[in-house]
Each structure stands twice: as structure tokens, then as C-alpha cells.
């Protein structure tokens, strides 16, 4: 293991430093071509590839020790990285409410890097996979791939009533003049009768998200908008993202229609639908995960290098996965000065400023450091949820992870973070440095510069985010062709690299969209 450790610190120091000689390799094809696809096998290579040998399936819902046929196969259970803990690790840790206090806000803590668009847009994105059964939180009622599902419904049945009868269209409606989602809501604040058949829908009177107390008033339920997902409408932002991708589909059935006249409106639909989801997939390598990145070299999407490898496996969230995400402290507590209560649930103020100002808005303002003591107070609870759900999981110890993923274990707290005040806080909580918990510690993790995970969750992002993105069925060598996407449908691909640029063609004025601060953010 020592070689291994020592070669990945190596690795991850040349790629962070000198920028002059990265930026000469960019500027050469085939230089950038190879070093593309190094940085993304190396990554990639971190973890042993799927399948996991566990699962959180098991006998009388609890997780079992041993590998299984139905944990191996049933991608209705989510897989796991390491099997579950002895029993006796969970009777050492401390009660919950003892870490309440980890938590607490007491002062804003910006990130050095992340703007509150990127903050939103993680919610919006791990929405569509992070999906757990509300039954049986060992299950997930994802299909476990990016499909854009925050549009377009987890199922085929969901799929035909967000679809206009008429050109391969989403349905939407216009709004001064703009295009927005339909209304899920009639003029006595009921789903509309045509809608009721939506999985998410229980009853007339249900509303997608259940909304909070603040929210379930008449004029905020008017404007709630139609969507794949229950929770299509909880802030603004994944309204606004909800817009501009839904806009995006209808353009593109729009050139896509008038390029084939004679196709139908399910092949209009579908090949739109290819062509949308694999755009967010661009956005996904080429502006999301280079915004996480240290490297001083971008990485892009070559969609040649997954079937290469032998991690091109069938895709399975993972429970680490879907713990290490729970990225609360990014979460602002105001919006352009706005209380909680006015960004979340509020289509009004979308349908008032626009899609352009919200992202622009967003854009300007930083998120918060994903760190400990940075918690929004909406969201403590959350907090203590996900610990909850990680012990009845059972999930491994912080440095059991970092040994997993070639990174040496750390000998203490001090080692851990350079808060020297959060090193003793944790040293009077845990008995030593092993028993620190897997979401803890990575929360913990010092951040060197303006970095905005710590190592092991920067490498556990990279791992999970690559082979869940380049094994999409949409980018296999014998799928990805014009048959599939339509001429303008892969112009469309070509010419998508960023959030910007897929906004800027569904927008009314050229807002600037960053998940990366680019002026002074409040």
C-alpha cells in the first residue's frame, strides 16, 4: 500500500501545480488527449471497480455481513464500498446529540471558491440518483444513472403525462411571454385531474414535496410547477434549472422536427431526450467536476475512454456515495438578502425577476464551506438523520475509506484538520482517531487553498462521479451516433461545455451563470 499512497500524492501534486506547463499541454490535442485520459483512468482506478461484494440488503431488514445473490443483483438495494462494521464500533460512538453542537452555524462561513448556483445545482443534480425509498432507507427508487429524471419522471408511466401530445414536446405553458413548466395545480389549488396519475401524486390535495407549513398557502401553491420529481418546486433555482433544461428540450425537438418531417412524436421525443441528457452530461466533466477539481489541467468528456477500462460496469449508487453528498453547509440562509422561506417553494419571484436573474443572482452569491460548524438550522436535522442512517448502515470508520482509496491513514486529530479548537472538540467525542465516523471525518478534512472538498471526499467524488457519468448507456461506442441524436442533436453536444452555455441558448439576455466566484460574492 505504501507505493500506492506514495505514487497517488505524487500524482495529485503534479496535477495542482505548475499551471505554465498545463496550460501548454492544453493548447496540444494530442498531448491533452492523453493526459485527459490518464487523469480520468487514475481517478477512476482509485477504488476497485463495481460490482460491490455488499449491498444494504439483507435478511429481516437489517445489512448483511455476507455477500448475497439478491445484494449482488437487486439494484433496488444500494451497494456499499466496504461491508458493515462490527457490531461493536456503533456502541462506541457518541450519542447524537453530544455532535448536535458540530453542526451549529454560528457565523456564516463562505467558501473560498462555490457560488450559491453551485450549491443549488448539487441539490437539483443528486436529486435524480440520491433518491432514498422513504419505506426502507436501504432501498433507492432511482434507476441509478444521470437520465434527467428531474424532468422527465423516474418512470414511462410518469414520462407520458409530463409529455405534450403534440411534437415530442414537455408540456409547459407561456407566462408574460416566457416559457415556464406547466402548473401541477387547478384554480382551486388541487392537481389537476390530468396529473393525479404521477407517481409522486397521492391525491388531489397532494403537493409535490409535501410543502412546509410556510408554503402551503393558496398563492404560493398556484404557481407550483409541473415536474419529474416530488420536489420539483423547493427552491427557486431547481425551478429555474427545471426551466432552462425543459426549454432546452423543446428547442431541440423544434430543430429536430424540422430537419425529419416524417418522424413521429415519440422518436422526436426520445432523440431530444439523448440529446438533453447527454448535453447534462458535458456540463457534468467539463463545468461541474473541473469546478471541484484542484487540477491545474480541465479535464473534458471523451466518451472513448470508459470501455476501455474495467471499471465500464453497470452503475450502482453507493451508501458512502450517497452520505458524503450531504453537502448542507453549502447552503445559504439567504438569497440576494431573502430569508430561506422566500427562495424556497416561491415560483412567484421566479415568474416575477425571470430564470435569467435567478441564475445570475445565484452566481453572485457564495456558498457556504462544506465544513463542520456551518450548518444552515433548517438543516441540523438532516445532519443528525444522515449520522443515524449511517450507523444503522453500519458504515466502516473515516479511516477504513482513506485506506480503501490508496490514501494513508490519518494518527490523529491534529492530522486530521488544522483547527486546532474542532482537534479538540473531536478528541473529547470519539475515543481515538479510528473510531471517527466516515461523514465526520470528511467534513473535518482540512482544505488546502481554496479547495473546496477535503482529499479523501475529493477522490470519493472523482471515483463515483467518472464511472457513473462515462458508463452512461448514451455514450457506448455503438450508441453514440447521429441515429441516435440527430444531426442537430449532436451539434447540440458539441457545442455544450458549461451551464452557460446551454442557459444563454434558452434564456432572454446573456446572464452570467458560474458555479465558481468571478467577482465579489455578498
Known amino acids: 500500500m505504501g507505493g500506492r499512497v506514495l505514487l497517488s500524492g505524487l500524482v495529485a501534486y503534479v496535477v495542482s501545480h505548475f499551471p505554465r506547463f498545463w496550460r501548454f499541454v492544453s493548447r496540444r490535442p494530442i498531448l491533452r488527449r492523453w493526459v485527459n485520459r490518464f487523469f480520468i483512468k487514475w481517478i477512476a482506478s482509485s477504488e476497485v471497480p463495481r460490482p460491490y461484494p455488499f449491498s444494504l440488503w439483507g435478511p429481516k431488514a437489517d445489512v448483511a455481513t455476507?455477500?448475497?445473490?439478491?445484494?449482488?443483483?437487486?439494484?433496488?438495494?444500494?451497494?456499499?464500498?466496504?461491508?458493515?462494521?462490527?457490531?461493536?464500533?456503533?456502541?462506541?460512538?457518541?450519542?447524537?446529540?453530544?455532535?448536535?453542537?458540530?453542526?451549529?452555524?454560528?457565523?456564516?462561513?463562505?467558501?473560498?471558491?462555490?457560488?450559491?448556483?453551485?450549491?443549488?445545482?448539487?441539490?437539483?443534480?443528486?436529486?435524480?440518483?440520491?433518491?432514498?425509498?422513504?419505506?426502507?432507507?436501504?432501498?433507492?427508487?432511482?434507476?441509478?444513472?444521470?437520465?434527467?429524471?428531474?424532468?422527465?419522471?423516474?418512470?414511462?408511466?410518469?414520462?407520458?403525462?409530463?409529455?405534450?401530445?403534440?411534437?415530442?414536446?414537455?408540456?409547459?405553458?407561456?407566462?408574460?411571454?416566457?416559457?415556464?413548466?406547466?402548473?401541477?395545480?387547478?384554480?382551486?389549488?388541487?392537481?389537476?385531474?390530468?396529473?393525479?396519475?404521477?407517481?409522486?401524486?397521492?391525491?388531489?390535495?397532494?403537493?409535490?414535496?409535501?410543502?412546509?407549513?410556510?408554503?402551503?398557502?393558496?398563492?404560493?401553491?398556484?404557481?407550483?410547477?409541473?415536474?419529474?420529481?416530488?420536489?420539483?418546486?423547493?427552491?427557486?433555482?431547481?425551478?429555474?434549472?427545471?426551466?432552462?433544461?425543459?426549454?432546452?428540450?423543446?428547442r431541440l425537438c423544434d430543430l429536430i422536427k424540422k430537419a425529419n418531417s416524417t418522424w413521429d412524436d415519440d422518436r422526436v421525443f426520445e432523440t431530444a431526450r439523448n440529446t438533453n441528457i447527454v448535453c447534462l452530461l458535458q456540463i457534468i466533466i467539463c463545468d461541474?467536476?473541473?469546478?471541484?477539481?484542484?487540477?491545474?489541467?480541465?479535464?473534458?468528456?471523451?466518451?472513448?475512454?470508459?470501455?476501455?477500462?474495467?471499471?465500464?460496469?453497470?452503475?450502482?449508487?453507493?451508501?458512502?456515495?450517497?452520505?458524503?453528498?450531504?453537502?448542507?453547509?453549502?447552503?445559504?440562509?439567504?438569497?440576494?438578502?431573502?430569508?430561506?422561506?422566500?427562495?424556497?417553494?416561491?415560483?412567484?419571484?421566479?415568474?416575477?425577476?425571470?430564470?435569467?436573474?435567478?441564475?445570475?443572482?445565484?452566481?453572485?452569491?457564495?456558498?457556504?464551506?462544506?465544513?463542520?460548524?456551518?450548518?444552515?438550522?433548517?438543516l441540523i436535522d438532516a445532519e443528525l438523520a444522515a449520522l443515524q442512517k449511517a450507523r444503522k448502515w453500519r458504515i466502516a470508520p473515516y479511516n477504513d475509506y482513506r485506506k480503501r482509496f490508496g490514501l494513508r491513514p490519518v494518527s490523529s486529530f491534529k492530522e486530521l484538520t488544522a483547527d486546532e479548537a474542532l482537534a479538540i472538540e473531536l478528541s473529547r467525542l470519539y475515543r481515538n482517531v479510528d473510531d471517527l465516523e466516515f461523514t465526520i471525518g470528511l467534513l473535518a478534512e482540512t482544505r488546502p487553498g481554496n479547495a473546496v472538498l477535503g482529499e479523501l471526499m475529493t477522490l470519493m467524488v472523482g471515483v463515483d462521479a467518472f464511472t457513473q457519468a462515462l458508463t452512461n448507456p448514451l455514450l457506448s461506442a455503438n450508441v453514440f451516433c447521429e441515429d441516435c441524436f440527430s444531426s442537430a442533436g449532436m451539434t447540440a453536444i458539441l457545442q455544450t461545455t458549461d451551464l452557460q452555455g446551454l442557459v444563454r441558448r434558452n434564456a432572454h439576455k446573456n446572464s452570467v451563470v458560474s458555479f465558481t466566484k468571478y467577482w465579489n460574492c455578498t
Open 66 to 250: 455476507y455477500s448475497s445473490w439478491t445484494g449482488l443483483t437487486d439494484r433496488t438495494f444500494t451497494g456499499r464500498h466496504l461491508p458493515p462494521a462490527d457490531t461493536t464500533y456503533a456502541a462506541r460512538l457518541p450519542d447524537l446529540d453530544r455532535l448536535r453542537p458540530l453542526f451549529v452555524r454560528n457565523e456564516f462561513r463562505p467558501c473560498p471558491k462555490s457560488t450559491t448556483l453551485f450549491a443549488l445545482f448539487a441539490q437539483w443534480f443528486t436529486d435524480s440518483f440520491l433518491r432514498t425509498d422513504p419505506n426502507d432507507f436501504r432501498k433507492n427508487t432511482s434507476n441509478h444513472e444521470i437520465d434527467l429524471c428531474q424532468i422527465y419522471g423516474l418512470s414511462n408511466s410518469d414520462t407520458q403525462l409530463l409529455r405534450s401530445p403534440k411534437d415530442g414536446k414537455l408540456r409547459s405553458i407561456r407566462i408574460n411571454g416566457f416559457e415556464f413548466p406547466d402548473r401541477i395545480m387547478n384554480d382551486q389549488f388541487r392537481v389537476k385531474e390530468q396529473y393525479r396519475g404521477l407517481s409522486y401524486v397521492k391525491n388531489d390535495d397532494y403537493t409535490p414535496g409535501l410543502l412546509p407549513p410556510f408554503a402551503d398557502r393558496p398563492e404560493r401553491r398556484k404557481d407550483l410547477f409541473l415536474s419529474g420529481l416530488d420536489r420539483g418546486n423547493s427552491t427557486i433555482v431547481y425551478s429555474a434549472l427545471n426551466t432552462i433544461f425543459m426549454r432546452e428540450h423543446n
Open 288 to 378: 461541474y467536476i473541473n469546478h471541484l477539481s484542484t487540477a491545474q489541467f480541465r479535464v473534458y468528456l471523451d466518451r472513448a475512454i470508459a470501455e476501455q477500462c474495467r471499471w465500464y460496469r453497470t452503475n450502482r449508487i453507493s451508501a458512502e456515495f450517497d452520505l458524503l453528498y450531504r453537502w448542507h453547509p453549502l447552503a445559504p440562509t439567504t438569497f440576494d438578502g431573502l430569508p430561506d422561506e422566500e427562495f424556497r417553494y416561491n415560483n412567484a419571484l421566479l415568474i416575477d425577476r425571470g430564470v435569467e436573474w435567478v441564475l445570475e443572482q445565484a452566481s453572485k452569491q457564495s456558498a457556504g464551506r462544506i465544513t463542520l460548524h456551518n450548518t444552515a438550522p433548517f
